[in-house]
T-cell receptor
Framework: KQEVTQIPAALSVPEGENLVLNCSFT??????LQWFRQDPGKGLTSLLL?????REQTSGRLNASLDKSSGRSTLYIAASQPGDSATYLC??????????FGAGTRLTVKP | EPEVTQTPSHQVTQMGQEVILRCVPI?????FYWYRQILGQKVEFLVS????????KSEIFDDQFSVERPDGSNFTLKIRSTKLEDSAMYFC?????????????FGPGTRLTVL
């Protein structure tokens, strides 16, 4: 059974700092991996999706990498801003249809 | 830009009552999903639906749950007799078929509170 773990559970950084969020998964036979942002009490906003054949994806200040063989993904946020404060979720999907989510990293960017 | 919508945004019900959560997926999508997130916990997969039938379901999706696509636009999740532990945020998602990047698009969620 796929287990998805995110470290750290919470992170607080000063504005402007670059940071890395980590996601690990136990079953490397994934179809894709997706990073989401969730604001308190709100829905899921998709940030980046990496196919199993890809190594990374970039969108603006965000860069996500995938190392399928070691069961790891990272989300790199450059030049963090207070508006980046949210919970970041990692989710993996196999060839069946369900996605397995990590518990998330709660990020606080202090002005 | 097309988006998944869900109604209501918040539903309060008494234990034992039936509730129906509604979702309108993106119009040309063919795969539909329900997930739930109990407060402070992980998002959990409930069920996937394709071609008018359930294609996958988790151990959470027991006999008190059912899904339906009653018309060409709505996708519903019914909980027959709600329990306190059903209180959660319920997310609907939809996806096209066989198109890279094969992304699931999520709705804003319905917060269900069972009293």
């Amino acid at each position: 059974k796929q287990e998805v773990t995110q470290i750290p559970a919470a992170l607080s950084v000063p504005e402007g700092e670059n940071l890395v969020l980590n996601c690990s998964f136990t079953d490397s036979a994934i179809y894709n991996l997706q990073w989401f942002r969730q604001d308190p009490g709100k829905g899921l906003t998709s940030l980046l999706l990496i196919q199993s054949s890809q190594r990374e994806q970039t969108s603006g200040r965000l860069n996500a990498s995938l190392d399928k063989s070691s069961g790891r993904s990272t989300l790199y946020i450059a030049a963090s801003q207070p508006g980046d404060s949210a919970t970041y979720l990692c989710a993996v999907r196999h060839n069946n249809n369900d996605m397995r989510f990590g518990a998330g990293t709660r990020l606080t960017v202090k002005p | 830009e097309p988006e998944v919508t869900q109604t209501p945004s918040h539903q309060v019900t008494q234990m034992g009552q039936e509730v129906i959560l509604r979702c309108v997926p993106i119009s040309n999508h063919l795969y539909f999903y329900w997930y739930r997130q109990i407060l402070g916990q992980k998002v959990e997969f409930l069920v996937s639906f394709y071609n008018n039938e359930i294609s996958e379901k988790s151990e959470i999706f027991d006999d008190q749950f059912s899904v339906e696509r009653p018309d060409g636009s709505n996708f519903t999740l019914k909980i027959r007799s709600t329990k306190l532990e059903d209180s959660a945020m319920y997310f609907c998602a939809s996806k096209m078929r066989g198109v890279i990047p094969n992304e699931q698009f999520f709705g804003p969620g319905t917060r269900l509170t069972v009293l």
